[in-house]
């Protein structure tokens, strides 16, 4: 009972936003809650995908999300071997200071300074490298509890036949905690899909924008245009929405490596 009560509070603003996108402004001011079942508008959907640019801002969120999520899920697995292994002194206060990474808020305005001080101000390459530290203090405890429970003797075998350490994280590591780098790369999409404070920050060049500041400046120049402000929003979830559906098995599978290994 309550997890059904739980799913209905967060599912009623999601099926409300999309009700939204499909009604008139007319009927969204005389009846607000009552589905347009008569006189729906796909056409906003349309409408806001010409007035917003939602075409470019989504070509620039998926290059930012996927090129920042996949440079943290490579240096997630970089070091969780060895702190998984205990391949190096301080393993265990590696791990228990990247895991406070968890619980750290993200500081913007020193990472602005850094921006402005290393050129990666306004800039792609600058915006996708500031995004990839966000995504690697969940990918190494994941993936650190995934390595742990596969068998070292796979590691000496390894070696023993002649694979070099990266052919080994490769051909051997990378299949066995697959779930695991799989929810590092899409929490670390997800990360930078949502980001609205970044673009805010670290971007000025309106064909830079990914499409969270892209929206917001689409709200500032039509506050009134409510219903297609839903539609916008519809399409920048609908491609997140997708991908976690696609992918639902595979988390069901690296959270339960998690938890059973803490």
């Known amino acids: 009972m309550a997890g059904a009560l739980i799913v209905l509070l967060f599912l009623l603003p999601v099926l409300y ?3 939204l996108a499909f009604e008139s402004p007319a009927h969204f001011l005389r009846s607000p809650l009552i589905p347009p079942i008569a006189s ?14 939602l075409g ?12 920042a ?5 490579v240096l997630a697995l970089l070091i969780a071997f060895p702190v998984g292994r205990r391949l190096m002194r301080g393993a265990g206060l590696i791990y228990s200071s990247v895991a406070v990474g968890l619980f750290l808020p993200l500081a913007i305005i020193p990472l602005f300074v850094e921006a402005r001080y290393l050129d990666l101000w306004n800039n792609r390459i600058g915006y996708i490298v500031l995004h990839v530290e966000p995504g690697i203090p969940l990918g190494v405890v994941l993936l650190t509890a995934a390595i742990a429970s596969v068998p070292k003797e796979l590691d000496e075998a ?8 990266l052919r080994y994280l490769w051909s051997v590591m990378v299949p066995l905690v697959r779930p695991g780098l799989l929810i590092t790369f899409l ?12 673009p805010v920050v670290l971007l000025a060049n309106p064909n830079l924008f990914p499409i969270t ?3 917001y400046q689409f709200y500032g120049a039509n506050e009134r245009e409510r219903t297609l402000l839903a539609a916008a929003i519809v399409v920048a979830s609908l491609p997140l929405v997708v991908l976690f559906a696609a992918t639902q098995r595979q988390l069901i599978q690296a959270t339960a490596v998690g938890a059973v290994k803490a």
């Open 17 to 19: 936003v999309v009700m």
């Open 40 to 53: 729906p508008r796909p056409g906003n959907f349309r409408s806001a995908w010409a007035q917003a640019g």
């Open 69 to 73: 999520a996949g440079l943290a899920t």
């Open 158 to 165: 390894a070696f023993m036949d002649g694979a070099g350490y």
């Open 187 to 198: 929490y670390g999409l997800l990360g930078v899909w949502n980001d609205i404070i970044g």
């Open 56 to 67: 470019v801002e989504l070509a620039n969120t998926a290059l930012y999300s996927i090129l």
């Open 213 to 215: 500041r892209g929206i």
